[in-house]
Antibody, heavy 123, light 110 residues
């Protein structure tokens, strides 16, 4: 069974750095075609793709958050970490991790999602 | 970065048919964008509905279908049910590892 679980602080102060962890099970991120992505959703607003790290440790980011955002992986712990610097109230959102398996009928689609974690930016 | 467009809201009568579309500000949507669709209800993560234009995710009723209509990706609900009232999002893959979500469509069934 494939599962994803996000964890991290619920409250962040403005200008601080957010660090979120996605812990996954049921697959290996080193398998060809696998990637893990971060997606966020401000309250009442649309989903926004943020970042992706793939089986070759290649990383991709949305242009709107570069250079504040970085993604990294600890394959020994089955974890992917999102770091977002200089947090502002506009970054208040539910942050999700989601898997993509490139190739096959699910190509480039987010086929498994975590439950998400709400992060509030406030002083 | 390109903008993915969706209708902000649509309504359909129970048993009726409705088509949601997913466009691209920089041109036409094709199967090479691997359009996918997600359904979301309040407080829940998105639920995958449709992969690679027209492949239904496991457990998705066959009243949902995907296609390319003209220069857009489309999600059609044929015989809408009250439980289909949700927000729907499309995603396009723009290459180089970049994905972009549309702004979402709020579907009302009444």
């Amino acid at each position: 069974q494939v599962t994803l679980r996000e964890s991290g602080p619920a409250l962040v102060r403005p200008t601080q750095t957010l660090t979120l962890t996605c812990t996954f099970s049921g697959f290996s991120l080193t398998t060809r075609g696998m990637s893990l992505n971060w997606v966020r959703q401000p309250p009442g607003k649309a989903l926004e793709w943020l970042a992706r790290i793939d089986w070759e440790d290649d990383k991709y980011y949305t242009s709107s958050l570069r250079p504040r955002v970085t993604v990294s992986t600890d394959t020994s712990k089955n974890q992917v970490v999102l770091t977002l610097t200089s947090m502002q109230p506009a970054d208040t959102a539910t942050y999700y991790c989601a898997r993509i398996r490139s190739g096959g009928y699910t190509a480039e689609a987010f086929d498994v999602w975590g439950q998400g974690t709400l992060v509030t930016v406030s002083s | 970065q390109a903008v993915v467009t969706q209708e902000s809201s649509l309504s359909v009568s129970p048993g009726g048919t409705v088509t949601l579309t997913c466009g691209l500000s920089s041109g036409s949507v094709s199967t090479s964008h691997f359009p996918s669709w997600y359904q979301q209800t309040p407080g829940q993560p998105p639920r995958p509905l449709m992969f690679t234009t027209n492949s239904r995710s496991s457990g998705v009723p066959d009243r949902f279908s995907g296609s390319i209509l003209g220069n857009k990706a489309a999600l059609t609900v044929t015989g809408a049910q009250t439980e289909d009232e949700s927000d729907y999002y499309c995603v396009l893959h723009l290459g180089s590892g970049i994905s972009v979500f549309g702004g979402g469509t709020k579907l009302t069934v009444l």
